[in-house]
């Protein structure tokens, strides 16, 4: 069976923007035999070095889709254009946007999901507000069930 990256985007001194990093950790201590976990920080690139690494990828990143605060959504890199506000800027040197773009224009082949979580507050500082925390299990439930999904 191949290995999942499991990768978490963000930075944790912008609050909620450090969801996907939560995320890792949480999951780094856990079993889950079969998963590969990368904290990605703000440093797309180096996620996209990791995609041809790779056939199946979940991506977990704070994402501004114009919902309320704490939506979670599962999203395809087609979907995903369609629904993160184009007006949105990353925190991210090189942002989740960047990344799928970039992709799509080397003609990567992985399989791609993306789990977002609308923030409720990026401002500086560290820890996750309540409404994004309160959404923690059932972002690692969707983790789980998309993984061992098999048709991911």
């Not at 995320?23 to 998963?35: A, V, W």
């Not at 970039?102 to 999901?113: G, M, P, R, W």
Request: aromatic share 8%; proline share 3%.
């Amino acid at each position: 069976m191949d290995k999942i990256l499991i990768a978490g985007i963000g930075n944790p001194y912008r609050r909620d923007d450090g969801i996907g990093i939560e995320i890792i950790k949480i999951l780094q201590k856990e079993n889950n035999p079969g998963l590969v976990f990368f904290d990605v920080g703000t440093d797309g690139l180096s996620l996209f070095d990791q995609l041809a690494l790779y056939k199946r990828v979940i991506i977990i990143d704070a994402v501004f889709m114009g919902e309320r605060p704490g939506v979670v959504r599962l999203f395809t890199p087609a979907e995903a254009r369609l629904k993160i506000k184009s007006d949105a800027l990353s925190t991210h040197g090189f942002g989740l946007a960047e990344v799928l773009k970039l992709s799509e224009e080397f003609a990567v082949k992985t399989e791609i999901k993306i789990i977002g979580i609308q923030p409720e507050d990026i401002s500086f500082g560290e820890g996750l507000s309540k409404v994004v925390e309160c959404q923690i299990s059932k972002i690692l439930d969707l983790v789980k069930r998309v993984s061992s999904s098999g048709a991911f």
